[in-house]
């Protein structure tokens, strides 16, 4: 767009630096000034490559300009990634130097020396680019206020990033800590396209809010990658199409593999290196491995000296790694924003459609890849649900609060309920939360002459810190990303990255494994240190990591049933699965896109129940629970259920005969709180919520004691509080964590619902060929933590009685 | 409650999923590593655990002394986590602690955690001796048997592919270690370089405790 003489931009400083560089402003850039200059709060929605960064600063430098040597901080940058907020700062370099502007900028994050970091709190630039945690931890100095009092302008990029987790609500809480400092602060959002604006408008804009949007025209390629090979059934590591893969990077300048897991990289790493006989140059990215070496690889990536790297989500954001030219998805991608995300990495050109490539690693994988193409093609997102705030980042709120001096718990709570997350948090659990940073907050009121926080007695409403060493204790937990205990892992004396402890504890002496692309073999444990050494061994485990397994969207699922039923298509698909489908359709039934097939044979001894709900792995996961409960009631003698994305199987001695009478909303409802009682999915979250709640001391990787032992004297607390105090607010938030995060409980409601009606029940003689993929996955125990362990017990006894000859009794 | 049958210096025990140990013949039901009060105690460092442990190892010890009724208790210290714990029992507490001790011999052997602390009512020594078996917190130089606390054993038990840990009853020929009888109490690896030196690494009789049995390895 050409600049004329109604663009208010004309007379912008940052014009002449664009006009030297013969580019123009975009429209969403002019309507953001204008906005922001009326004073309203903005969230912008473009896509990569159209100046999303520049748009954010285009009213701080003018104002900045304008106020001439602005003292202090007038603009805070928050950013998602540490990464990121290093790549802004070297965008907006160099403008600023090559106009010789006299503004000054700065990063802080936590890799930032302590050094600066007190500089900076002495002298503030005027725009600091930061991280949702370093804010927080500005937020509970003794001196915030002075620091922030003269804020202008907050800009949080990728906001869409911000909206559905923890980090969200902690973002939220200390946006509304500035308003307080700041009260003319004025917000501003950048994001990708996201479907449902208004509701990050909600949550981010209080002024006059508006949405800027920008819609790119240019659709990005996308095809699924033509195999000769046979695609299997089940299974999630492509090994069939490794050749295929291989010459794909062959064709292109760089390609980035984006797989769904650390797991899939290492393997996926590791196969093409087995077949790399053109010796190009291959690495691999993702979050465990050390910094160093992740920055090594994006290093590289920028300056174009690889020719492909295999990633997991830990290279989705943001930066820009200029010359990829085509991405590469292996594995099922799970939801629309999450593909597009991904393929927007490639080519940063406006213009220029993004390339890309979906390899599914088995069947349903492939019904799946082509319902994500199809909706790319109707530009129809996922829609980010916003979250109700949780309240263990309230606590720790409370706690840096106190940090940062004596507060009103009033005005604390007034200030609280303005963040869009938490408009419903009722004043008395709120208190609740002030008693547990107090002393625990337990109904025994054993702690009063050790508390932690306390009110003053002259003004009840009036709480203060006891100790300025606890700020320490606060300043360990900030933040609401808990991970799993991990072992740092060192060959040599050099760190390779971090490891899953319970990995490594289920390893023996010489075992090898595959870690930062290198076979590795388990030497000792000593003072929480993993020492490796290279390996030739050709067999080598894959560590595991628990946790992060996304499950299908709603929306890709509905897609993809809707695909499923359109049988006119099926001759477009490689004739494996045009096969595989219409065998179905003669042996049993493909169901319409709002029925839910039920499938039942007997196989072996035992009677199978296979329930096609598309509902995604965790809310199949919590059904198969409730179902089991459900044919336990009626004496089926259920013995195990195996869940994915698509469906649930179970197995039971006795034929199912009541399946419509079972499967409705009332089998929620009744096994529900059963469920989480018995597995041990409430016990996990409560270790997050009483680490971000501050309860108990996080521990980083190589720290003396070890995460196991936070995660063990956490299960004692929880079993001790869920015994003598099941009202704990601490327990309730675990529990509403469980519903939201892990079992998808509005999910399943939604479906149990409306099921009875729909359900398509065929009586089969044996397993149909829409089962085997989910058939194929049964191998896994189905046992409780709490069972497990019983289990292994007795069976070892046994062993050990038998080889002594002594035949145990029992 | 099934038990284990434990033989240990020429005598017979009996191991209990409550991780107390009984000894039939002099009927004295054994307890090590109560570590009443630990909570309190973390709540001064303002780590707030919740404050039930006193309670919860109370009325475990309670529901022992009802059901088996011995003439002696042995404590094999650490009966109280520190000086703080006191503050953990209330008047009732001490109520019902002078009640069982109508009919059983508290005998409390001082740990490293509650040396220098009294309580009304129990018997206090740094070591005791019955026949051959000396009784005593941490191991000494002595050529009797010896049943000792302190360490809070566990094992790691790898079978299958899985991995668990658990809190174990250990012995050697000459040393017995009981596990930790508290609440918020954690363990330690029997490999670790702490147990090593006092039971070796050869002729170990390993028994983990189950959710309501004792196991034998």
Same mark, same amino acid.
């Given at each position: 767009?050409?600049?004329?003489?109604?663009?208010?931009?004309t007379?912008?400083?940052l014009?002449?630096?664009?006009?030297?560089?013969?580019?123009?402003?975009f429209?969403?850039?002019?309507?953001?000034?204008?906005?922001?200059?009326?004073?309203?709060?903005?969230?912008?929605?473009?896509?990569?490559?159209a100046?999303?960064?520049?748009?954010?600063?285009?009213?701080?430098?003018?104002?900045?300009?304008?106020?001439?040597?602005?003292?202090?901080?007038?603009?805070?940058?928050?950013?998602?990634?540490?990464?990121?907020?290093?790549?802004?700062v070297?965008? =907006?370099?160099?403008?600023?130097?090559?106009?010789?502007?006299?503004?000054?900028?700065?990063v802080?994050?936590g890799?930032?020396?302590?050094?600066?970091?007190?500089?900076?709190?002495?002298?503030?630039?005027?725009?600091?680019?930061?991280?949702p945690?370093?804010?927080?931890?500005?937020?509970?100095?003794?001196?915030?206020?002075?620091?922030?009092?003269?804020?202008?302008?907050?800009?949080?990029?990728?906001?869409?990033?911000?909206?559905?987790?923890?980090?969200?609500?902690?973002?939220?809480?200390?946006?509304?800590?500035?308003?307080?400092?700041?009260?003319?602060?004025?917000?501003?959002?950048?994001?990708?396209?996201?479907?449902?604006?208004?509701?990050?408008?909600?949550?981010?804009?209080?002024?006059?809010?508006?949405?800027i949007?920008?819609?790119?025209?240019?659709?990005?390629?996308?095809?699924?990658?033509?195999?000769?090979e046979?695609?299997?059934?089940?299974?999630?590591?492509?090994?069939?199409?490794?050749?295929?893969?291989?010459?794909?990077?062959?064709?292109?300048?760089?390609?980035?593999?984006?797989?769904?897991?650390?797991?899939?990289?290492?393997?996926?790493?590791?196969?093409?290196w087995?077949?790399?006989?053109?010796?190009?140059?291959?690495?691999?990215?993702?979050?465990?491995?050390?910094?160093?070496?992740?920055?090594?690889?994006?290093?590289?990536?920028?300056?174009?000296?690889?020719?492909c790297?295999?990633a997991?989500?830990?290279?989705?954001?943001?930066?820009?790694?200029?010359?990829?030219?085509k991405?590469?998805?292996?594995?099922?991608?799970?939801?629309?924003?999450?593909? =597009?995300?991904?393929?927007?990495?490639?080519?940063?050109?406006?213009?220029?459609?993004?390339?890309?490539?979906?390899?599914?690693?088995?069947?349903?994988?492939?019904?799946?890849?082509?319902?994500?193409?199809?909706?790319?093609?109707?530009?129809?997102?996922?829609?980010?649900?916003?979250?109700?705030g949780?309240?263990?980042?309230?606590?720790?709120?409370?706690?840096?609060?106190?940090?940062?001096?004596q507060?009103?718990?009033?005005?604390?709570?007034?200030e609280?309920?303005?963040a869009?997350?938490?408009?419903k948090?009722?004043?008395?659990?709120?208190?609740?939360?002030?008693?547990?940073?107090?002393?625990?907050?337990?109904?025994?009121?054993?702690?009063?002459?050790?508390?932690?926080?306390?009110?003053?007695?002259?003004?009840?409403?009036?709480?203060?810190?006891?100790n300025?060493?606890?700020?320490?204790k606060?300043?360990?937990?900030v933040?609401?990303?808990?991970?799993?205990?991990? =072992?740092?892992?060192?060959?040599?004396?050099?760190?390779?990255?971090?490891?899953?402890?319970?990995?490594?504890?289920?390893?023996?002496?010489?075992?090898?494994?595959?870690?930062?692309?290198?076979?590795l073999?388990?030497q000792?444990?000593?003072?929480?240190?993993?020492?490796?050494?290279?390996?030739?061994?050709?067999?080598?485990?894959?560590?595991?990591?628990?946790?992060?397994?996304?499950?299908?969207?709603?929306?890709?699922?509905?897609?993809?049933?809707?695909?499923?039923?359109?049988?006119?298509?099926?001759?477009?698909?490689?004739?494996?699965?045009?096969?595989?489908?219409?065998?179905?359709?003669?042996?049993?039934?493909?169901?319409?896109?709002?029925?839910?097939?039920?499938?039942?044979?007997?196989?072996?001894?035992?009677?199978?129940?296979?329930?096609?709900?598309?509902?995604?792995?965790?809310?199949?996961?919590?059904?198969?629970?409730?179902?089991?409960?459900?044919?336990k009631?009626?004496?089926?003698?259920?013995?195990?259920?195996?869940?994915?994305?698509?469906?649930i199987?179970?197995?039971?001695?006795k034929?199912?005969?009541?399946i419509?009478?079972?499967?409705?909303l009332?089998?929620?409802?009744?096994?529900?709180?059963?469920?989480l009682?018995?597995?041990?999915?409430?016990k996990?979250?409560?270790?997050?919520?009483?680490?971000?709640?501050?309860?108990?001391?996080?521990?980083?990787?190589?720290?003396?004691?070890?995460?196991?032992?936070?995660?063990?004297?956490?299960?004692?607390?929880?079993?001790?509080?869920k015994?003598?105090?099941?009202?704990?607010?601490l327990?309730?938030?675990?529990?509403?964590?469980?519903?939201?995060?892990?079992?998808d409980?509005?999910?399943?409601?939604?479906?149990l619902?409306?099921?009875?009606?729909?359900?398509?029940?065929?009586?089969?003689?044996?397993?149909?060929?829409?089962?085997v993929?989910?058939?194929?996955?049964?191998?896994r125990?189905?046992?409780?933590?709490?069972?497990?362990?019983?289990?292994?017990?007795?069976?070892l006894?046994?062993?050990?009685?038998?080889?002594?000859?002594?035949?145990s009794?029992? | 409650?099934?038990?284990?049958?434990?033989?240990?210096?020429?005598e017979?025990?009996?191991?209990?999923?409550?991780?107390?140990?009984?000894?039939?013949r002099?009927?004295?039901?054994?307890?090590?590593?109560?570590?009443?009060?630990?909570?309190?105690?973390?709540a001064?460092?303002?780590?707030?655990?919740?404050?039930?442990?006193?309670?919860?190892?109370?009325?475990?010890?309670?529901?022992?002394?009802?059901?088996?009724?011995?003439?002696?208790?042995?404590?094999?210290?650490?009966?109280?986590?520190?000086?703080?714990?006191?503050?953990?029992?209330?008047?009732?507490?001490?109520?019902?602690?002078?009640?069982?001790?109508?009919?059983?011999?508290?005998?409390?052997?001082?740990?490293n955690?509650?040396?220098?602390?009294?309580?009304?009512?129990?018997?206090?020594?740094?070591?005791?001796?019955?026949?051959?078996?000396?009784?005593?917190?941490?191991?000494?130089?002595?050529?009797?048997?010896?049943?000792?606390?302190?360490?809070?054993?566990?094992?790691?038990?790898?079978?299958?592919?899985?991995?668990?840990?658990?809190?174990?009853?250990?012995h050697?020929?000459?040393?017995?270690?009981?596990?930790?009888?508290?609440?918020?109490?954690?363990?330690?690896?029997?490999?670790?370089?702490?147990?090593?030196?006092?039971?070796?690494?050869?002729?170990?009789?390993?028994?983990?405790?189950?959710?309501?049995?004792?196991?034998?390895?």
């Open positions: 767009m050409n600049i004329n003489k109604s663009n208010p931009l007379l912008h400083p014009t002449k630096w664009m006009k030297k560089k013969k580019w123009s402003w429209p969403h850039q002019i309507e953001t000034f204008q906005h922001v200059r009326s004073g309203s709060d903005v969230v912008v929605f473009a896509p990569t490559g100046g999303k960064t520049l748009t954010g600063f285009i009213n701080p430098i003018d104002d900045l300009i304008k106020s001439k040597k602005y003292k202090g901080l007038h603009t805070l940058y928050i950013s998602p990634l540490k990464s990121l907020a290093n790549d802004i070297r965008n =907006l370099e160099k403008p600023i130097k090559e106009l010789d502007l006299n503004i000054s900028f700065q802080r994050t890799d930032t020396t302590p050094y600066k970091k007190q500089k900076q709190k002495q002298k503030p630039p005027n725009i600091l680019i930061t991280t945690e370093s804010l927080a931890l500005l937020n509970s100095y003794e001196n915030a206020k002075e620091f922030f009092h003269n804020l202008k302008y907050i800009i949080i990029d990728e906001i869409h990033t911000f909206l559905d987790n923890k980090r969200a609500d902690l973002l939220s809480l200390n946006i509304e800590r500035l308003q307080t400092f700041s009260p003319n602060l004025q917000r501003i959002g950048l994001s990708a396209t996201l479907k449902n604006k208004l509701d990050a408008k909600r949550w981010l804009c209080r002024k006059k809010p508006k949405i949007s920008y819609e790119n025209s240019v659709l990005p390629k996308i095809k699924i990658l033509e195999s000769k046979r695609i299997p059934w089940s299974g999630h590591m492509a090994t069939y199409s490794i050749n295929e893969i291989y010459k794909e990077i062959i064709k292109s300048k760089l390609t980035i593999i984006f797989v769904n897991t650390r797991a899939q990289a290492e393997y996926m790493f590791k196969n093409l087995l077949i790399n006989k053109k010796k190009l140059k291959i690495a691999v990215h993702h979050g465990s491995l050390e910094k160093n070496l992740r920055l090594k690889v994006e290093n590289n990536l920028s300056k174009g000296l690889v020719d790297v295999v997991t989500s830990s290279l989705e954001l943001g930066l820009d790694y200029g010359d990829v030219e991405i590469i998805q292996v594995g099922a991608p799970k939801g629309i924003n999450r593909l =597009l995300q991904r393929v927007g990495r490639s080519n940063h050109n406006l213009n220029t459609p993004s390339k890309a490539i979906l390899v599914p690693t088995n069947r349903f994988e492939f019904i799946e890849a082509k319902a994500a193409i199809e909706e790319i093609k109707k530009n129809n997102l996922d829609k980010i649900d916003l979250k109700e949780s309240f263990d980042v309230v606590a720790q709120h409370i706690f840096a609060t106190a940090c940062a001096g507060f009103d718990i009033n005005d604390l709570y007034k609280i309920i303005k869009y997350p938490y408009k948090l009722k004043l008395n659990d709120f208190k609740q939360l002030i008693n547990l940073i107090q002393d625990g907050g337990y109904v025994l009121k054993n702690y009063d002459q050790f508390k932690r926080i306390f009110q003053l007695r002259e003004n009840k409403n009036i709480y203060k810190l006891v300025r060493r606890e700020t320490r606060y300043r360990m937990n933040g609401t990303i808990i991970e799993n205990p991990m =072992l740092k892992i060192k060959l040599g004396t050099k760190t390779l990255g971090n490891i899953e402890e319970v990995f490594i504890q289920n390893l023996s002496q010489g075992d090898s494994f595959i870690f930062a692309g290198q076979i073999e388990f000792s444990m000593k003072n929480n240190l993993v020492q490796v050494k290279r390996s030739k061994s050709l067999i080598s485990k894959i560590p595991s990591y628990s946790g992060g397994r996304m499950p299908l969207s709603t929306n890709l699922a509905n897609s993809v049933r809707v695909l499923l039923a359109k049988s006119n298509m099926w001759d477009f698909y490689p004739e494996q699965i045009t096969e595989w489908l219409k065998r179905q359709k003669n042996i049993s039934k493909i169901p319409k896109k709002d029925e839910y097939l039920v499938e039942q044979f007997p196989r072996k001894k035992n009677f199978y129940t296979v329930i096609y709900t598309f509902a995604g792995w965790h809310a199949n996961q919590t059904l198969g629970f409730l179902l089991l409960r459900g044919f009631e009626f004496n089926y003698k259920p013995l195990g259920f195996v869940a994915n994305d698509y469906a199987v179970l197995w039971s001695l034929e199912v005969k009541e419509k009478t079972i499967l409705n009332d089998l929620l409802d009744k096994h529900l709180d059963n469920y009682e018995e597995t041990s999915i409430v996990r979250l409560f270790r997050d919520n009483a680490i971000i709640s501050c309860l108990i001391e996080r521990r980083l990787p190589g720290m003396e004691k070890t995460g196991k032992q936070v995660l063990f004297s956490s299960d004692l607390i929880y079993t001790v509080l015994k003598n105090e099941p009202d704990h607010i327990l309730k938030s675990s529990y509403e964590d469980a519903k939201k995060n892990m079992i409980y509005d999910r399943l409601r939604e479906i619902k409306k099921i009875d009606k729909k359900i398509i029940l065929k009586k089969l003689t044996s397993i149909s060929p829409l089962a993929p989910i058939i194929l996955e049964i191998n125990e189905n046992l409780s933590k709490k069972e497990t362990d019983e289990y292994i017990l007795e069976d006894e046994n062993e050990i009685l038998k080889e002594a000859n002594v035949l009794i029992n | 409650m099934y038990y284990q049958l434990i033989n240990f210096g020429n017979e025990f009996h191991a209990y999923p409550d991780k107390s140990l009984y000894w039939k002099l009927n004295t039901l054994i307890v090590s590593d109560l570590h009443i009060g630990k909570s309190i105690s973390y001064k460092n303002k780590q707030f655990l919740p404050p039930y442990d006193t309670k919860e190892i109370l009325n475990k010890i309670f529901v022992s002394l009802d059901k088996i009724k011995p003439s002696n208790l042995i404590i094999v210290g650490d009966l109280l986590h520190d000086v703080f714990s006191t503050l953990s029992l209330k008047d009732q507490d001490h109520k019902n602690l002078s009640q069982y001790m109508k009919n059983t011999d508290f005998i409390w052997i001082k740990g955690h509650d040396k220098n602390i009294q309580i009304e009512g129990f018997k206090n020594f740094t070591n005791y001796k019955i026949d051959k078996l000396l009784f005593t917190h941490i191991p000494i130089e002595t050529s009797l048997f010896q049943i000792c606390g302190h360490y809070h054993p566990k094992v790691k038990i790898s079978h299958r592919g899985k991995t668990i840990f658990k809190t174990c009853f250990i050697n020929e000459k040393i017995f270690i009981l596990p930790s009888f508290g609440i918020l109490t954690g363990g330690l690896d029997i490999h670790s370089k702490q147990i090593s030196d006092v039971l070796g690494k050869n002729n170990l009789s390993i028994y983990p405790v189950g959710q309501d049995k004792v196991y034998k390895l």
